[in-house]
Nanobody
Framework: QVQLVESGGRLVQTGDSLRLSCAISGRTWGSYTVGWFRQAPGKEREFVAVMRRNGSTVYEDSVKDRFIISRDNAKTTVYLQMNSLKPEDTALYYC??????????????????WGQGTQVTVSS
């Protein structure tokens, strides 16, 4: 069983920075690919960023120059550093994990475990 707990979301202003954390418990962290997704009201859940087991990363185009996904192996935590935040970044942010798979990293249904989400609100 794998559990993921997000934290760090809050109300910020346009241009601010924020770091989200995803604490992972269960089997060894290194077994998983971990991604961040977000969902705004009335919209589909969308891919934000992912870190593969080997440490390589993929970003959604609208965030790739502003967000950074990283991990702390010692603490089994994955981070999402968000810079230059915009109102359109407002959403409930989720972290998700999956075992090795060749299916698309950008599709939410291809992930096996999810956290409860943390709210990020960016005011204009």
């Amino acid at each position: 069983q794998v559990q993921l707990v997000e934290s760090g979301g809050r109300l910020v202003q346009t241009g601010d920075s924020l770091r989200l954390s995803c604490a992972i418990s269960g089997r060894t962290w290194g077994s998983y690919t971990v991604g961040w997704f977000r969902q705004a009201p009335g919209k589909e859940r969308e891919f934000v960023a992912v870190m593969r087991r080997n440490g390589s990363t993929v970003y959604e185009d609208s965030v790739k120059d502003r967000f950074i996904i990283s991990r702390d192996n010692a603490k089994t935590t994955v981070y999402l550093q968000m810079n230059s935040l915009k109102p359109e970044d407002t959403a409930l942010y989720y972290c998700a994990a999956r075992m090795f798979s060749v299916s698309s990293l950008r599709v939410a249904s291809n992930y096996d475990w999810w956290g409860q989400g943390t709210q990020v609100t960016v005011s204009s």
